[in-house]
């Protein structure tokens, strides 16, 4: 049974930093791409970040390019979001997803699997 969880999500002040982390189980994690999406309140989920099975190509949405790093750490199963000078449009469900595909160009629907999400709220 594959399972995504994610980890770090809480209230922060605007220009704060968070790290986020996801541990996945049930799969070969070094075969998939792993990406991060968010959902805010009323709107639809939307792409944030993608990292390649290596960690050698990235790719970010312009909203978070120069604010958000994503990394993977393969021998620990676990893909990091570290997310500097916060605002309150990045208030969301932050979810990770695993893709099999391993690119890092990617849409929602090529996602295999989802996280349950953990929720990010910045405070202004």
Not at 2 to 19: H, I, K
Not at 65 to 94: C, H, W
Request: glycine share 10%; aromatic share 12%; proline share 2%.
């Amino acid at each position: 049974q594959v399972e995504l969880v994610e980890f770090g999500g809480e209230l922060v002040q605007t220009g704060g930093s968070l790290r986020l982390s996801c541990v996945a189980s049930g799969l070969t994690f070094s075969n998939y791409a792993m990406s991060w999406s968010r959902q805010a309140p009323g709107k639809e989920r939307e792409f944030v970040a993608a990292i390649s099975r290596s960690g050698r190509r990235i790719n970010y949405a312009d909203s978070v390019k120069g604010r958000f790093t994503i990394s993977r750490d393969n021998a620990k199963n676990t893909v990091f979001l570290q997310m500097y000078s916060l605002n309150p449009e990045d208030t969301a469900v932050y979810y990770c997803g695993a893709e099999r595909s391993g690119s890092v160009y990617v849409t929602l629907a090529d996602v295999d699997y989802w996280g349950q999400g953990t929720h990010v709220t910045v405070s202004s």
